[in-house]
T-cell receptor
Framework: SQQGEEDPQALSIQEGENATMNCSYK?????LQWYRQNSGRGLVHLIL?????REKHSGRLRVTLDTSKKSSSLLITASRAADTASYFC????????????FGKGTKLSVKP | KAGVTQTPRYLIKTRGQQVTLSCSPI?????VSWYQQTPGQGLQFLFE???????NKGNFPGRFSGRQFSNSRSEMNVSTLELGDSALYLC?????????????FGQGTRLTVV
């Protein structure tokens, strides 16, 4: 089934550096969402960007969406050790209801 | 307000048994979705319930079933457990589900089948 694919699978950076994660998907979407998961726990919603939006900000997070390339990126600026987690993009298919399709995730490690 | 509550948090079952997991959504939320997370397959959608009706279903065998009660609480049941059913089961609630809706996830139930 269609799925977002994050890149890279794993990322290790130092505190204070920026972290960029990318997500690609296959078919048209209604919106794309980013979630964070700390070590096998529940997912926390970070940001939602609709198909007619190109960029969105929330605190230290910046998300871009390029529907022509079917890709999105999540930028975390000035990263902290507490940002260590797995990050997932999830798409909602155009016309669907309530069905988030997740990618495999990017495992981010921020070293103090 | 209280978040999404899943019970139990951990469960160990034997192959062939059945299991029931529970999810209490955020007050006022009418949509509840269930996901299975495994290292190999990642996060996979099981089903979504809205106003006690299954509105959407993923590609899982009939051993996986669910229901939703009038207070929006939901349960999922897995019968005839297999080793491969070992996973983190996540429940998510939202006000209406559907397009453009943020989902709120519970902490999950870690099921181990031995």
């Amino acid at each position: 089934s269609q799925q977002g694919e994050e890149d890279p699978q794993a990322l290790s950076i130092q505190e204070g550096e920026n972290a960029t994660m990318n997500c690609s998907y296959k078919t048209s979407i209604n919106n794309l969402q980013w979630y964070r998961q700390n070590s096998g726990r529940g997912l926390v919603h970070l940001i939602l960007i609709r198909s007619n939006e190109r960029e969105k900000h929330s605190g230290r997070l910046r998300v871009t969406l390029d529907t022509s390339k079917k890709s999105s990126s999540l930028l975390i600026t000035a990263s902290r050790a507490a940002d260590t987690a797995s990050y997932f993009c999830a798409t909602v298919l155009g016309g669907s209801q309530g069905n988030l399709i997740f990618g495999k995730g990017t495992k981010l490690s921020v070293k103090p | 307000k209280a978040g999404v509550t899943q019970t139990p948090r951990y469960l160990i079952k034997t192959r062939g048994q059945q299991v029931t997991l529970s999810c209490s959504p955020i007050s006022g939320h009418r949509s509840v979705s269930w996901y299975q997370q495994t290292p190999g397959q990642g996060l996979q959608f099981l089903f979504e319930y809205f106003s006690e009706t299954q509105r959407n279903k993923g590609n899982f065998p009939g051993r996986f079933s669910g229901r939703q009660f009038s207070n929006s609480r939901s349960e999922m049941n897995v019968s005839t457990l297999e080793l491969g059913d070992s996973a983190l089961y996540l429940c998510a609630s939202s006000f209406t589900g559907g397009m453009g809706t943020e989902a709120f996830f519970g902490q999950g139930t870690r099921l181990t089948v031995v």
